[in-house]
């Protein structure tokens, strides 16, 4: 049975992120703390036969392969912003329905035994908003499942430069989760600290990986190049986290950010170096309705 993938329209903002990540064409080579997310989400499932799988924000596929190979199920839906990406998730999974769009407003269906989301929510308008989405999209006894950020996630970026993404923190989503209605709620943290060789390494990861609407402008070259040269393109960070003017990246910004960077996040990675660090902080969702 041949698939074809269905399509809604994008807002303003989601037609950016969505043209960042689809510019982010070395993904899953950078994204290595996502793929440790994904493998978590997936020893988390709590059945591996289930009646019908909706996963939201699949991305490249990270964990879409994971589930094609570990999970059977009756009904797949796989849902994804890019609309680039539908051929490959639908080789992934040939049984699958692709849904292609905002999963904030357009129809995932009902009746699914297993919500399923990895590193994509923070990327809500709202993202509260999903659970109770999901409780209406899940049947009786369904599971909801998902990874997203805690207000600690990059907080290097956030305490030097003063962007980034608005973070719910654990009391908010633990506030949805009972308005929701949902039960034997499990909530959980992972901090991991990643060592660069130097503040720009950051950027060029972080641009690598997409993040970049809402935090660093991926349209910026951050390379030795640019340093050396210092044609540096007046670039925002994007929706800001305050009612202040957008942030823009100039000469004298960018050599404060390297030298305040290694004054205030430095260490030596385990080979002994000096390196710079950059903190992802994993918040993991998992709930059932009753």
């Known amino acids: 049975m041949e698939h074809h993938p269905a399509i809604s329209k994008l807002s303003t903002r ?26 978590h989400l997936l020893m988390a499932i709590d059945n591996t036969n289930q009646d019908s799988v909706l996963e939201v924000g699949a991305g490249t596929g990270q964990l879409t392969q994971l589930l094609a190979k570990y999970v059977q199920s009756e ?52 993202p509260l908003s999903f659970i109770a989405q999901s409780a209406s999209r899940l049947k009786p006894n369904g599971q909801l499942l998902l990874s997203t950020f805690t207000p600690d996630n990059f907080l290097q970026i956030k305490t030097l430069t003063g962007q980034g993404l608005h973070y719910p923190d654990i009391s908010e989503w633990q506030s949805a989760l009972d308005q929701a209605g949902f039960q034997h709620i499990k909530l959980s943290t992972q901090r991991f600290n990643v060592p660069f060789a130097q503040p720009y390494d950051v950027l060029k990861h972080m641009k690598m990986t997409g993040v970049s609407t809402n935090q660093i402008d991926s349209n910026q070259t951050y390379d030795k190049q640019t340093y050396d040269k210092q044609t540096y393109d007046k670039q925002t960070i994007g ?23 290694w004054q205030q996040f430095s260490g030596i990675d385990e080979d002994g170096q000096p390196c710079v660090y950059l903190t992802y902080d994993v918040l993991i969702v998992d709930a059932h309705l009753p």
């Open 239 to 261: 929706k800001q986290t305050s009612n202040t003017q957008p942030f823009v990246w100039t000469k004298t910004r960018l050599q404060a950010f390297e030298r305040d960077y």
């Open 75 to 126: 009904r797949w839906s796989i849902n994804e912003l890019c609309e680039q990406q539908a051929t490959h998730l639908q080789e992934l999974l040939p049984q699958a329905q692709i849904l292609i769009g905002d999963a904030e407003t357009m129809d995932l269906g009902g009746e699914h035994s297993l919500i399923i989301s990895a590193n994509a929510i923070q990327w809500f308008d709202n």
């Open 14 to 39: 989601k037609q950016t992120i969505a043209r960042h990540f689809s510019q982010a064409s070395q993904y899953d080579k950078h994204a290595y703390i996502q793929q440790q997310v994904c493998q």
